[in-house]
């Protein structure tokens, strides 16, 4: 009940395109649904977070889409650039307990 | 404005000998939590940690590990007496006292361990 399943494991997509990323939860007591990116060799760095009072969140090319009936949300990279390779982690929790639930991880490759 | 740091960035040890891992939380913030993040593998939570009191420890090994945030100072993640599988790249990150920003939680570059 406190895992967060994330998918796909690896994606391909050329420059320009849209990568989706998906996660799913079971518990329905998380409230905080944040997105991070981390770069080979360093630490994850927080990219775009949600809660479900909304069902999605823009902040630039990074939307969050969040669907609380089917307890599953997912991040949109619109026109994605070679920048944007990294592996990307969807995270749940109960406010205010501090623990983080991470997906498996989803490492993104973009094409130039 | 400091981001959340560690050190030593890189650490090397021998089968039996201690790790001892240090995170300085970002400037006001009070609330440590430590993560491991073995290869090619997600981010397991450890324990979170306040001043001077461990809030949530959940995900500690039961032996062999222990962590603190004193009143002074880093917080401090000791393994003892380590062994091959503890090797992996151990994670604080720290969130502001309290409020809706609380649960935000910031990372630093990691420790890597490796055991040998």
């Known amino acids: 009940q406190q895992q967060v399943k994330q998918s796909p494991q690896s994606l391909i997509v050329q420059k320009g395109g849209i990568s989706i990323i998906n996660c799913a939860y079971e518990?329905?007591?998380?409230?905080?649904f944040p997105w991070y990116q981390q770069f080979p060799g360093k630490g994850p760095a927080l990219l775009i977070a949600i809660r479900p009072d909304v069902s999605e969140k823009k902040e630039g090319r990074f939307t969050i889409s969040f669907n609380k009936s089917a307890k599953q949300f997912s991040l949109h990279i619109m026109d994605s650039q070679p920048g944007d390779s990294a592996t990307y982690f969807c995270?749940?929790?109960?406010?205010?307990?501090?623990?983080?639930?991470f997906g498996q991880g989803t490492t993104l490759q973009v094409k130039p | 404005n400091a981001g959340v740091m560690q050190n030593p960035r890189h650490l090397v040890r021998r089968r039996g000998q201690e790790a001892r891992l240090r995170c300085s939380p970002m400037?006001?913030?009070?609330?440590v939590y430590w993560y491991r993040q073995l290869p090619e593998e997600g981010l397991k939570f450890m324990v979170y940690l306040q001043k001077e009191n461990i809030i949530d420890e959940s995900g500690m090994p039961k032996e062999r590990f222990s962590a603190e945030f004193p009143k002074e100072g880093p917080s401090i993640l000791r393994i003892q007496q380590v062994v091959r599988g503890d090797s992996a790249a151990y994670f604080c990150?720290?969130?502001?006292?309290?409020?809706?920003?609380?649960?935000?939680?910031?990372f630093g570059p990691g420790t890597r361990l490796t055991v040998l």
């Open positions: 995270a749940a929790t109960t406010s205010n307990t501090g623990k983080l639930i």
């Open positions: 400037k006001g913030h009070s609330h």
């Open positions: 518990n329905t007591a998380f409230d905080y």
């Open positions: 990150a720290s969130s502001p006292l309290a409020g809706v920003s609380a649960d935000t939680q910031y």
